[in-house]
């Protein structure tokens, strides 16, 4: 495997000593050895467990160092040029004062020599007083073609087994690489191997699963598989159009055609109208996996630490991509970017999140939504930060009839069989939300039940006239809500 072209030229260019982050000791250690074959160096790897192979030979008369962590720096301080060190798992001594000592002694003897020294391990950990001797660099996961390659190994494998199918349509073949961007070159073939066993086949549901599994791990963000559907939301037809015309904008097909990658959505509107039952529907719809920005738990109590878990929030997502970052009810956390109580950290944490949405590259979709637009920093609602901003507006006549018609159904009452007639009730029901016509056929039912018979369409009135909807109660802030979106949003039907 070729080495990252940075982590190369680093290397060519004599940089004393360099810091890989990385969970694949694996994957580094051959692109490492590929660059040692080029330029004719020797490389010694070391582990606690393993030591240091091979070894350099210290000078006559002088003894090891008792301590192994010491005793590997040693080593590569005494080592002639053309060679290169890599010390696998190094970041828990990198607290140690004679390690800090030693290292940078290596950087002073290393530098300008054949001669580099490679930390590599999962997390960084740089004290400051060895900032400037080591340079950081990333080591990115497998791309595309490395994955391309991975399948096609796991293909050959198992291509004479008559008990697995492994002919994948050019599409099919697409997907399952891209579902694999953002796993280790380990988790891929784990995952393959998995999917062969349990699945017969290639199968995305297996490595959404691994997926699945990473995000957990990270904390700040919950993983939403691709479950409700389009179908479940009534009215929003705009929406729906616009959806409908990106299905494939995710595909190579489309950017060979010339079409970036969509950046994002927002749902603006008002409570209970389906902006968060929308934005599943469009992951679901899209087929991609759903991350949930807990915008609230972003923040942290310790200095740097809410701008560090934004950061790794965005990282997380970009390595399950494509996918969609769902930030649900956004006011709440980036309300109040300008005040001073927090010394700053919100307005730090937003321009974070703000630059990574106007530069970001990988194709993570963000859907964010908002009820109270009062609250939104103005910089969020530029042009060009979202494709598109959307006004939720309470369902219109017909809209009603569908989401009567919805939420009848999916409690298995077909509204023909019932002979519940949808039309008076959408009259009846003006300035009601998709919410409280949920909570109008809900209750009828237990009416009903309650009673020991069915529904009728009598138990659905006497609900509807029970009930007071929020637009009543609340028709000041709802209409200041109309008339801002009137002028800024495209309405969602
Ligand atoms: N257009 C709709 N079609 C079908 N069901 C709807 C619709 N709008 C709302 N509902 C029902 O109301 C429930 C609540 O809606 P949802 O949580 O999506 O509203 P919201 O706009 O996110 O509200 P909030 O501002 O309170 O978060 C949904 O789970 C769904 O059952
Ligand atoms: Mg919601």
């Not at 030693?102 to 490679?118: C, P």
């Not at 920005?293 to 950061?311: A, M, P, T």
């Not at 399950?320 to 980036?334: M, Q, S, T, Y």
């Amino acid at each position: 495997m070729p080495a990252p072209k940075e982590i190369e030229i680093l290397i060519r260019s004599k940089y004393p000593i360099l810091y890989i982050v990385s969970w694949e000791e694996r994957r580094v250690q051959d692109a490492i050895q590929g660059v040692a074959n080029d330029l004719k160096r020797t490389l010694h790897t070391w582990s606690y467990t393993q030591g240091m192979k091979p070894p350099v030979p210290r000078a006559e008369g002088v003894a090891a160092v008792p301590d192994a962590t010491l005793e590997a720096l040693a080593q590569v301080i005494t080592a002639q040029e053309g060679t290169i060190f890599l010390l696998k798992d190094f970041h828990p001594y990198m607290k140690d004062p004679r390690v800090i000592r030693l290292i940078r002694d290596a950087a002073y003897k290393l530098r300008s020599r054949a001669q580099t020294l490679i930390l590599m391990g999962p997390t960084l950990v740089l004290p400051p007083d060895l900032e400037k001797d080591i340079t950081v660099v990333d080591f990115p996961l497998p791309d595309a073609k490395d994955i391309a390659s991975v399948l096609d190994t796991a293909i050959q494998e198992v291509k004479d087994n008559p008990k697995v199918d492994v002919t994948l349509s050019d599409e099919t073949r697409e997907t399952i690489i891209k579902s694999c961007q953002g796993l280790t070159m380990d988790e891929i073939e784990s995952v393959f191997a998995r999917s062969i066993v349990e699945s017969k086949k290639f199968d995305q549901a297996v490595i959404l699963e691994e997926k699945e599994q990473i995000i957990r791990k990270s904390g700040i963000l919950e993983y939403y598989p691709p479950n409700n559907s389009l179908a479940d939301v009534g009215g929003m037809e705009n929406i729906k159009e616009w959806l409908d015309q990106r299905t494939t904008s995710f595909t190579d097909k489309a950017r060979e055609f010339g079409i970036p990658v969509p950046k994002g959505v927002l749902l603006l509107g008002v409570q209970g109208c389906g902006k968060s039952l929308t934005a599943k529907a469009i992951a679901a719809n899209w087929k991609l996996p759903m991350l949930k920005l807990d915008v609230g738990r972003i923040f942290g109590s310790l200095v740097g630490q809410s701008e560090e878990n934004i950061r790794k929030a965005i990282t997380t997502a970009e390595s399950v991509a494509p996918c969609i970052l769902w930030a649900d009810e956004l006011e709440k956390g980036f309300a109040g970017t300008s005040s001073v109580g927090d010394s700053g950290t919100t307005a730090r944490v937003f321009a974070t999140f703000l630059t990574w949405m106007q530069d970001k590259t990988a194709p993570v979709f963000l859907i964010a939504t908002a009820n109270d637009v009062s609250a939104l920093p103005p910089e969020l609602l530029r042009k060009g930060r979202f494709d598109e901003i959307f006004f939720i507006d309470l369902p219109k006549d017909k809209e009603r009839e569908q989401i009567f018609e919805i939420h009848l159904k999916k409690r298995k009452r077909d509204p023909k069989h019932f002979k519940l007639k949808l039309k008076a009730l959408a009259e009846k029901t003006d300035g009601f939300s998709g919410a409280e016509i949920e909570t109008v056929v809900i209750a009828a039912l237990q009416r009903a039940f309650h009673e020991n018979r069915d529904i009728t369409q009598a138990d659905l009135i006497t609900e509807i006239e029970a009930s007071v909807p929020l637009s009543v109660m609340m028709k000041e802030d709802m209409e200041a809500l109309r008339d801002w979106a009137h002028l800024r949003a495209r309405p969602a039907s």
